[in-house]
């Protein structure tokens, strides 16, 4: 990784009309070529965003034209692509590949996955203390990290809780379970500012070939942004996200926070955009409550998993309740029994269709079985509901 944020950055923005691989290709080289990132290293480590398992499409996570693309670049400097993410708290990592085919696009692609232990194991992981960190003041990050690149590709969306997500929010994904517990738990927006501290990546590429505003980051409304941007300054980057979707960076609580601390960054914008309003976003409505009830699990994690199988955690477990997510319920008044969302479905012993009662417990809130429905008999039950 960079030991070093650079003084000024050049954020390229490019457009994706003639395809998401091709614009991948040109931004990247609008920034100087992926030769001037990898610099010898012999790894690079593709950070997508795959918080859940919610396709490309649905603006929720990275494209894969976008990671294939950057993993060509990679290798063709010499260097080996290598994924390494973990989805949302609430989400099991596994299940989520599944639903998102990770494992064939990957082998597809020559692309090695880099399954850590998510609990933070000390083979896996090796710990920073970085200076000047307020609340977040340790955390762990892959050791892998140590020689090689990090490549981080989010995704451009809203997020309800921390009010957008991007290039700073998105490292999140590579701390074990344990850190992020704490990042929440302490407080989220700070810690996204601590955690930028001792994790700066080699090379952001935000993918806005879709993207999500109102209730993102898994069941927002999908932007349809059209664009890709690439910088080497995290914050830079956010800026410049910020401004094409016409929303004040400092509306965003943990760029405000870094933009406190650390002053405006300097960039200079190159590539097809000037940088002016692509599309204005709506942000997620301010739910005090839900964010509260959101932070809650947090706390309640740590004697819950001091008395739990290692691995188990409040959060998973309340999910897999039922009482609180996004999920969908069939309505047994319109059911045909025709079977589409099992068909749909791709985890097994998650519908029945004797009981059309759909198991919490394995359910992953992909949502496939809602929209492949002929009958519309699926309901979207939870917080912000999908479009
Ligand atoms: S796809 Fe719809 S109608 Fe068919 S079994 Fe499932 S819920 Fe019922
Ligand atoms: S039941 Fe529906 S939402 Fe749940 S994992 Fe299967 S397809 Fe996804």
Redesign the pocket.
Same mark, same amino acid.
């Given at each position: 990784m960079l030991v070093t944020r650079p003084t000024t950055d050049t954020v390229a923005i490019t457009r994706t009309f003639d395809g998401v691989a091709e614009a991948t290709h040109r931004v990247i080289e609008q920034v100087g070529g992926m030769e001037s990132v990898i610099q010898g290293a012999k790894i690079a480590i593709l950070k997508p965003n795959l918080v859940a398992?919610r396709n490309a499409a649905s603006g929720s996570t990275t494209n894969f034209d976008l990671m294939k693309a950057v993993a060509e670049e990679v290798r063709a400097c010499g260097a080996e692509p290598v994924l390494c993410e973990t989805p949302g708290t609430e989400f099991d990592r596994d299940a989520t590949y599944t639903?998102l085919g990770i494992d064939k696009f990957c082998q597809e692609n020559n692309i090695r996955i880099l399954r850590v232990d998510p609990e933070g194991g000390e083979a896996d992981w090796m710990e920073l203390r970085p200076s000047g960190a307020k609340k977040l003041k340790r955390f762990h990050i892959p050791r892998i990290l140590k020689e090689a690149r990090l490549i981080n590709i989010p995704v451009l969306k809203t997020h309800v809780v921390s009010t957008m997500t991007m290039c700073m929010k998105n490292s999140m994904g590579i701390l074990p379970r344990p850190d992020r517990r704490h990042m929440h738990a302490f407080g989220i927006d700070q810690s996204i500012v601590d955690m930028n501290l001792g994790i700066k990546p080699d090379l952001n590429i935000v993918d806005g070939s879709v993207g999500q505003d109102g209730e993102g980051p898994v069941y927002g409304d999908k932007a349809d942004l059209q664009v890709l941007l690439a910088g080497r300054d995290a914050l830079a980057v956010d800026v410049a996200c910020c401004q094409i979707v016409g929303v004040e960076p400092r509306k965003i609580p943990h760029l405000k926070l870094a933009l406190e601390q650390w002053g405006m960054p300097w960039f200079q914008i190159v590539g097809e955009e000037d940088g002016g309003v692509i599309k204005q976003f709506r942000l997620p409505p301010d739910k005090s409550l839900y964010r509260f009830a959101f932070w809650a699990m947090f706390p309640i994690d740590y004697p819950f998993s001091l008395i739990a199988k290692r691995g188990t955690h409040f959060v998973t477990e309340f999910y897999k309740t039922g009482i609180v997510g996004t999920r969908?319920q069939i309505q047994e008044e319109k059911c045909t029994r025709c079977g589409v %969302?099992v068909d749909? *479905?791709? #985890?097994p012993n998650?519908?029945d269709l004797t009981t059309l009662k759909?198991n919490p417990k394995t *359910?992953?809130? %992909? #949502? #496939? *079985?809602?929209e492949a429905c002929p009958e519309k008999a699926i309901n979207v039950k939870g917080y912000s509901g999908a479009r």
């Open positions: 398992g639903i969908p %969302c749909a *479905c791709p #985890l998650v519908i759909i *359910c992953e809130r %992909c #949502l #496939l *079985c809602y």
